[in-house]
């Protein structure tokens, strides 16, 4: 069956009540999206002859997606993320405001609030003794290589099981999660443990239909950042460490070769012995260079629903 009824005055009309056209009360913005929305899943099925069985499948789908808290989940792994992203990289080279370190997605599981420090932060809580030890290092400055003090580098990352801490109930308050004030040199020192990569929930909604494309859910090891300073642009961003399996294979499309990082094994590290941190390390630097700007929307971070925030 191959029907074509999107151009028809009935269905004009329709998708015109849909969207609350004929009538003043609501909110003008939501109508045209809404509007748009419906007219292109309306052309959807049209044009791919979508059955009832897989509307209704797709409507299921929906519900299962929210019950199981996944849309922010299965929105990187369609790219959707990242397609942000792209846009974002276009308007900042529209503005002048290009180069620096590159951003890459945030992805849902942030807490706000973590614990301030100044220079060097401890950001695991000491239980995962079974971890190797990281020393994450790196000095924040600008575009022409000066450093920044008191710019904040607020870091985030998984557990060795690829586990998060909120979300992963098991783990301390704010474990693997700090803000840490640069320096007079412009740097931050961390010590941690290295993360796991991790995947999505096998039987949950999202890997469900990645199935379906043929495709897996897994995310190599990473660490999350946000950095800001007076005047520069804020950055969200995040380092793949090299050798996963996963490093240039990720669901959620976060990879950029500028911010893939090798993990070094140490005997011994002076920079970390100067804050206690004794024995082999493995030390993952990350330098990070932000772009001024007197834009204050452009200094701090979009808005989006955060735990904590
Ligand atoms: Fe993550």
């Not at 045209?32 to 059955?51: K, P, Y």
């Not at 849309?71 to 993320?81: E, F």
């Not at 951003?103 to 995962?128: K, N, Q, W």
Request: hydrophobic letters at 35%; a negative charge.
């Amino acid at each position: 069956m191959s029907v074509k009824t999107m151009e028809t005055q009935e269905v004009i009309e329709l998708l015109e009540k849909v969207a609350g056209f004929d009538r003043p009360a609501g909110n003008d913005r939501v109508k045209t999206i809404i509007h748009r929305v419906m007219h292109d899943v309306f052309q959807i099925i049209e044009d791919l002859d979508i059955t009832p069985e897989e509307f209704w499948s797709a409507v299921y789908y929906i519900n299962e997606l929210g019950k199981n808290g996944e849309a922010a989940l299965l929105a990187p792994g369609l790219g959707m993320d990242k397609y942000l992203d792209i846009r974002m990289d276009a308007e900042d080279e529209q503005a002048g405001l290009a180069g620096g370190t590159p951003r890459t997605i945030e992805g849902p599981l942030y807490v706000a609030g973590a614990p301030m420090s100044e220079g060097f932060a401890r950001l695991d809580d000491g239980t995962d003794t079974g971890a190797e030890v990281m020393l994450l290092k790196g000095v924040v400055t600008d575009e022409n290589n000066r450093p920044l003090a008191n710019a904040i580098v607020d870091v985030w990352h998984a557990d060795s099981k690829g586990a998060y801490s909120y979300f992963d109930p098991s783990q301390s308050e704010y474990n693997l999660r700090r803000r840490i004030k640069t320096d007079a040199e412009g740097r931050y020192l961390a010590q941690s443990i290295i993360p796991s990569g991790y995947g999505c929930p096998p039987e949950g909604s999202t890997q469900a239909l990645l199935t379906q494309l043929g495709r897996h859910g897994q995310r190599p090891a990473h660490i999350h950042f946000f950095i800001s300073a007076p005047g520069h642009k804020h950055l969200t961003t995040q380092i793949n460490l090299a050798g996963d399996k996963y490093t240039y294979d990720d669901f959620a499309f976060a990879t950029r070769d500028e911010l893939v990082v090798e993990a070094r094994p140490v005997t011994h590290s002076a920079q970390g012995e100067r804050h206690g941190v004794t024995g082999p390390v493995t030390e993952v630097e990350f330098n990070i260079q932000l772009v001024s700007t007197d834009r204050q929307d452009r200094q701090a971070m979009h808005q989006r629903q955060r735990v904590m925030a």
